[in-house]
């Protein structure tokens, strides 16, 4: 069954910075977009960043661009998030989420159970 | 930058009863590509409906969506206890940017 599994969340000081992964089996890792969405404590849904199925294309929403960065290993079917310069707002549990079709015009499908990220000082 | 609005913010029902959430985008969502996500406490979301109106794999068949444009409706025929939960639409007709409505917290009355 499609699985994916997010590891690295934890405490980190405001202007640290923070590694997440999120690792995929169940179904042809390559054949997918993958997403980033996180979720403040008490709050909505915020979509973060999403990579292409081969790596090559890279978006990400505006409050995290410049700081973050998606990339994939295909190779171990593993995607992550290197977050820097990291606020208290960027306090959340990180989701990584597949698009349904594969391409970008997707609704999420499956998602992980998510890290919780807590920036404090 | 599309937002999406939700009301009403929480809903307050009854086992049994019909609920009826409500979507609506600051602008037309392209091709309604519009989902709809559930929520409960300490789990990730799930899928229920896409494309404005068609059912995500294992959906019961009490959820339906509908609506075009910028007007979109989520309706539970029947409350069951376990439908009691937060409740997203999203945006993803213009990708690569997405957005999520604030949400509706339906809850037992």
């Known amino acids: 069954q499609v699985q994916l599994v997010e590891s690295g969340g934890g405490v980190v000081q405001p202007g640290r910075s923070l590694r997440l992964s999120c690792a995929a089996s169940g179904f042809s890792f390559t054949g997918y977009a993958i997403h980033w969405v996180r979720q403040a404590p008490g709050k909505g849904l915020e979509w973060v960043a999403v990579?292409?199925?081969?790596?090559?294309?890279?978006y990400y929403a505006d409050s995290v661009t410049g700081r973050f960065t998606v990339s994939r290993d295909n190779s171990k079917n593993t995607l992550h998030l290197q977050m820097n310069s990291l606020s208290i707002e960027d306090t959340a549990v990180y989701y990584c989420?597949?698009?349904?079709?594969?391409?970008?015009?997707?609704?999420?499908?499956?998602w992980g159970q998510g890290t919780l990220v807590t920036v404090s000082s | 930058e599309i937002v999406l609005t939700q009301s009403p913010g929480t809903l307050s029902l009854s086992p049994g009863e019909r609920a009826t959430l409500s979507c609506r985008a600051s602008q037309s969502v392209t091709s309604n590509f519009l989902a709809w996500y559930q929520q409960k406490p300490g789990q990730a979301p799930r899928l229920l409906i896409y494309g404005a109106s068609r059912r995500a794999t294992g959906i019961p068949d009490r959820f339906s969506g509908s609506g075009s444009g910028t007007d979109f409706t989520l309706t539970i025929s029947r409350l069951e206890p376990e439908d009691f939960a937060v409740y997203y639409c999203q945006q993803y007709g213009s990708s690569p940017m997405y957005t999520f409505g604030q949400g509706t917290k339906l809850e037992i009355k």
């Open positions: 989420a597949r698009g349904l079709g594969g391409g970008y015009n997707s609704p999420f499908d499956y």
């Open positions: 990579i292409s199925y081969d790596g090559i294309n890279k």
